[in-house]
């Protein structure tokens, strides 16, 4: 007997399991709000999304792209310390 296979590959009981690394633990959700067929799996809370390679989700906040750090400006007007 096979295992069923949810979206990205993924056993749909993972999925259900599976939580954002970040301290808020959102739920993870496949694909991104542009892409529903991506191959990531988007935080249903902070919106980071983390890639899925061969199947296999990569939760690391390192490899993570969007959430509450990424800038949607990356013309680098965001105040910093020195700018003062």
Known sequence: MSTPTGPLGLDPVLLE????????????RPGTPDDPDAAALT????????????????LLLSEAT???DDTPDHGGTAATPADG
């Open 17 to 28: 399991i599976l939580a954002c690394p970040a301290p808020d633990h959102g739920e993870l």
């Open 43 to 58: 935080c249903q809370t902070c919106g980071r999304r983390f890639p899925v390679t061969d199947g296999i989700p990569v």
């Open 66 to 68: 969007g959430g509450p």
